[in-house]
């Protein structure tokens, strides 16, 4: 092995302590070694050079902290490090390390800010950060890496903007449970598949650029403060199985579904597997069929009215929706005829609703409370502002 590598593990070894009293990752780490290429435990070399470095276990867990001196393995393609309890803050040196593809440094206890210097690594495929401690907002030129795929910033407590211009060839972003504030940018990769910003403090409205995300697959943009409609394209994406808005400001109408009457703008393909969840949001008018075939759908706690269409109670019924939650809005009937059972595997709840649910057949969360039926009055106030806005 190169004798600059040696020392820079050895180094790696000094300021890294093992957690458990009894186990050793460490314990191959031999100095007098004859080829700690192939004796050290998480050390792979290419002509007696390190090219990657995986730390610690999920059963060997480390604690301590990264040295800079990390940084003398030159030939580094992959650092890999396994839930801990590391702590201090990222190496900016890290930046040195040119050829790095794979930055994995979740689940410890990093804190400081993501270092900037991270812009000289234009071969990094993979950056994932997540569940650390970390602060100040996200670099700009991060998402200008020219090779960068997947960014995993999750569960921080990063705070400010989202980059402007996100020019990186991202298939997979996850900056959720964050502090990040601001409004979605206008235009993302349109290579993206996973997008996930739930539960940070963004506002604003959706805007359009979501929909030329066309090879989408999981959108969770839940608990934060969005307002506005939601752009119609989204329910026709053919890729997105999970489409996750609740607890947002959000509002406006469903679009037609493809079995509704008048023209649709294109045609769902949701089927096993697929969640949408829209509960917790300002959604009012009827429901249209959009949603005929989700799996589990989550529509409660909006201002939605009108009769519960057919397609629903068939979906049901043969068992391909298994969880329809409409409770908490203003549907005024559902199709559902006498003596009609359900699979043990469903799930339908319409309490609070003005009508009289089908107690019998309903299994609902404890939030829904224990209330049927809405009172009237609500009702009546409902119908009118809404005949008034119409």
């Known amino acids: ?85 590391v702590t201090g803050s990222i190496p900016p040196q890290l930046a040195r390390l040119t050829k790095l593809r794979v930055i994995s440094l979740p689940n410890n206890r990093f804190t400081g800010t993501i270092p900037s210097t991270f812009s000289s690594l234009t071969y990094l495929h993979t950056l994932d950060l997540s569940n650390n401690q970390l602060a100040g907002s996200i670099p700009p030129s991060l998402t200008e890496l020219p090779q960068l795929k997947v960014l995993i910033l999750a569960s921080n ?13 991202l298939i997979h972003l996850d900056l959720k449970n964050n502090q990040l504030t601001g409004p979605l940018p206008w235009s993302m ?22 929909e030329s995300l066309s090879e989408l697959e999981f959108l969770d943009l839940s608990m934060n403060h969005f307002v506005g409609p939601i752009p119609a394209q989204l329910f026709f994406r053919p890729t997105l199985s999970s489409l996750l808005l609740q607890r947002n400001n959000l509002s406006g109408g469903l679009p037609k579904g493809p079995n509704d009457n008048g023209a649709s703008i294109g045609s769902s393909s ?55 939650y409409l409770q908490h809005n203003y549907f005024t009937g559902i199709p559902l005829e006498a003596g009609t059972v359900l699979p043990d595997t469903a799930s339908l709840c319409l309490s ?20 049927l039926s809405r009172p009237a009055v609500q009702c009546s106030v409902f119908n009118k502002s809404s005949s008034n806005r119409g």
């Open 189 to 210: 990769p349109s290579s993206l598949r996973y997008l996930s910003l739930s539960q940070n403090r963004m506002w604003g409205p959706l805007p359009n650029g979501l």
């Open 1 to 85: 092995m190169n004798h600059l590598d040696l020392k820079a593990l050895l180094s790696i070894k000094n300021t890294l302590t093992e957690v458990s009293p009894t186990k050793h990752f460490f314990s191959t780490w031999n100095l007098t070694a004859t080829d700690p290429c192939s004796s050290f435990s998480g050390v792979t070399c290419f002509l007696d050079r390190v090219t990657i470095l995986s730390l610690g276990t999920d059963s060997l867990l480390l604690a301590g902290s990264l040295p800079s001196s990390i940084s003398q393995l030159t030939e580094l393609t992959q650092l890999i490090l396994s839930p801990g309890i």
């Open 270 to 324: 949701y089927g096993q597997g697929s969640i949408v969840d829209l509960s917790h949001n300002s959604l009012s008018g009827e429901l249209s069929t959009v949603f005929d075939g989700v799996e589990s759908l989550f529509l409660n706690n909006n201002r939605l009215m009108g009769r519960v269409p057919d397609e629903y109670v068939k979906s049901v019924c043969r068992g391909s929706t298994r969880t329809l």
């Open 352 to 371: 609070y609703n003005c009508m009289e649910p089908p107690a019998m057949l309903m299994t609902c969360p404890t939030s829904a409370g224990e209330q």
């Open 157 to 169: 407590s990063l705070t400010g903007l989202l980059p402007g211009n996100v020019y990186s060839p």
